[in-house]
């Protein structure tokens, strides 16, 4: 007579624990691979739009107070306009939380303004204004000197900066958010004289933008 075979509740257990193991290990090769390829297409239409960061350009500045007070307090009033524009086809820009500021020898003569946000187009160009307004603010004891020097040189040079965030949109897909700066340069006529009106500089440059 033969011996029977017979399976022990041992040998049985681990079978089943085989095939739980085996059940989820291709669940995670499954969403693995479900994730890759979601990934994948994503950097893929990414690459092939490549978008471009926007574009700044300066068309106005007018600075029509910037006295000091007591010495070392500073009260300016500044009127800006850019031109905004998208330069990507397929792209379009969510511009978020911008505030925009005015900077002189490297000290901030103005508070910040905020800009209402915005969604600029494919190749859309908008224009943005802005008054900017500092009043009472501390600045360094040099600053009267570093204006009276401009003053006889002829010029004053102003940097009009905006921060803020800047989303990407695709079709129906929208980014997270960037940090966007822009960095523009207002180069005004200033010359030995008392003005009767504002200081006014109005040029196209291409201002320096970062993302």
Known sequence: MSEALTKSPKHCGNKQGLNISKLYRKLFLLFSTFATTILSIILLVWLILRPTKPEFSLKEADIYQLNLSGGHLLNSSVQLTLLSKN?????????DELKVYAVYKGQQITLYTSLP???QGHEDTNVLTASLVGIG???????????GRDQTAGRLVLNLKVI???RWKVGTWVSGK???TVDCLAVMAFGPYVPTGPLTAR?????STNV
């Open 137 to 147: 603010l501390p600045v360094d004891p040099s600053f009267g000197y570093e204006v």
């Open 178 to 180: 960037y940090r966007v």
């Open 117 to 119: 946000p915005f969604y």
């Open 87 to 95: 330069p990507n086809q397929k792209v379009g820009i969510y511009y």
């Open 203 to 207: 040029q196209g440059t291409q201002c």
């Open 164 to 166: 803020g965030r800047i």
